[in-house]
């Protein structure tokens, strides 16, 4: 199984900077996945990464807020841009495996706090 | 695109009975419909998962049931245990389109002693 490493765990920021989050994979992998989980609520997709070409934005979320990096196919960085309160969320990076069966690992998330 | 609905969103149930959740999606090319458990302050895992040329699947007490034509899929946990309490989220995904997965809003178990 596909073992994900994600930092920083957790971070306080003020609003109006930036943050970027990395994501880490032991495999190569085709695509990646970036999340956002709100306190209590379920897992809000934020776009799709795929390695050479530019992202794939869910509906709600835009390139300006949210650029994405992925430079090789074991890697991939979020960024939270001129962050606000209510960007106050888990982030989890998130690859699909098939071996075999298909699974979605993740990352252990990116706690963020804005002030 | 896909839109998953989960039922209910809280559920409570005794030490050794039997949960129910169940769901709903809009897309009919969706055909792998995972669910996962997550704990308190932990990333969510796999804990089954079901493809839509079948019908139901099992692994020791944990079942998943799927109706294509009504587009429901249902999480089955038999004979609860305290460990059973957490989160559970369905989800639904086109293998080998885009592989992403949707998730439902999630329904919390509490497993009462």
């Known amino acids: 199984s596909a073992v994900i490493s994600q930092k920083p765990s957790r971070d306080i920021c003020q609003r109006g900077t930036s943050l970027t989050i990395q994501c880490q994979v032991d495999?190569?992998?085709?695509?990646m996945f970036w999340y956002r989980q709100q306190p209590g609520q379920s897992l809000t997709l934020i776009a799709t990464a795929n390695q050479g070409s530019e992202a794939t934005y869910e509906s709600g979320f835009v390139i300006d807020k949210f650029p994405i990096s992925r430079p090789n196919l074991t890697f991939s960085t979020l960024t939270v841009s001129n962050m606000s309160p209510e960007d106050s969320s888990i982030y989890l990076c998130s690859v699909v495996e098939r071996v075999g069966d298909t699974e979605a690992f993740f990352g252990q998330g990116t706690r963020l706090t804005v002030v | 695109g896909e839109n998953v609905e989960q039922h209910p969103s809280t559920l409570s149930v005794q030490e050794g009975d039997s949960a129910v959740i169940k769901c709903t999606y809009s897309?009919?090319?969706?055909?792998?419909f995972p669910w996962y458990k997550q704990e308190l302050g932990k990333r969510p895992q796999l804990i089954i998962d079901?493809?839509?040329?079948?019908g139901e699947k099992k692994d020791q007490r944990i079942a998943v049931t799927l109706n294509k034509t009504a587009k429901h899929f249902s999480l089955h946990i038999t004979e609860t245990q305290p460990e059973d309490s957490a989160v559970y989220f369905c989800?639904?995904?086109?293998?080998?389109?885009?592989?992403?997965?949707?998730f439902g809003k999630g329904t919390r178990l509490h497993i009462l002693p």
């Open positions: 897309d009919s090319a969706s055909n792998y």
């Open positions: 989800a639904a995904s086109i293998v080998n389109r885009d592989d992403k997965i949707i």
């Open positions: 495999s190569q992998v085709t695509m």
């Open positions: 079901i493809r839509s040329n079948v």
